[in-house]
């Protein structure tokens, strides 16, 4: 009704001719029924709106992948859940720490740093090996009170494998926690 209505308006302001208006084109397709609706304003609202409508004026948040149908091997869909505990070392001038976290659930199973009241009165200074080896004894006898007696260990990109760090994991390793290293 309304299509027709445009259609004869067309009519009337063309001399009679009969042409339709761009926002009343028919899409491709031999039975589309379905108008064809002009682009909406460049500086409008419906710029903003996610595909569903429901989160104005913000933007994706998650990266959508460049190839949908890539394969997702199965050993990268069930390492979380394989070895689900991961060692986390933080070494600055000052101090010292280091955590294994739960991967799944993202919770801190057992904590340990040079900061803490109970370490900094016995170590002479919070950022050499022997504070590194003390940081690992403390987190070893954390983590076996949890009951974690696995974790993985992957650098950052800026860390190398030496050094404070590498003692920190042996500290753990020799204290009864399994730590599987990878290194790239």
């Known amino acids: 009704m309304l299509r027709l209505l445009s259609c004869k308006l067309c009519e009337r302001m063309n001399g009679g001719i009969n042409t339709r208006p761009l926002s009343c084109a028919q ?8 108008p064809y609706f002009a682009p909406r304003s460049f500086f409008g609202v419906e710029d903003f709106l996610d595909d569903d409508n429901s989160r ?5 948040k998650e990266k959508k992948s460049k190839n949908p149908n890539k394969h997702v091997s199965f050993k ?8 689900p505990f991961t060692l986390d070392v933080f070494i600055s001038k000052r101090f010292v720490s280091a955590s294994i976290t739960h991967r799944v659930t993202s919770k801190q199973v057992a904590v340990a740093g ?22 690992g004894q403390i987190l070893a006898d954390r983590a076996r009170e949890a009951d974690v007696y696995t974790a993985s260990y992957t650098p950052r990109e800026r860390d190398k494998f030496e050094g404070k760090i590498r003692a920190v994991v ?10 599987k290293v990878f290194l790239d």
């Open 114 to 135: 040079t900061n803490s009241k109970d370490i900094k009165a016995v170590l002479k200074s919070r950022s050499d090996i022997p504070a590194c080896l003390a940081v």
């Open 170 to 179: 042996q500290s753990l390793i020799d204290n009864g926690i399994d730590v």
């Open 27 to 34: 899409s491709s397709g031999f039975h589309s029924s379905q």
């Open 76 to 83: 990268q869909r069930t390492v979380a859940y394989m070895e």
């Open 56 to 60: 104005p004026y913000t933007y994706q």
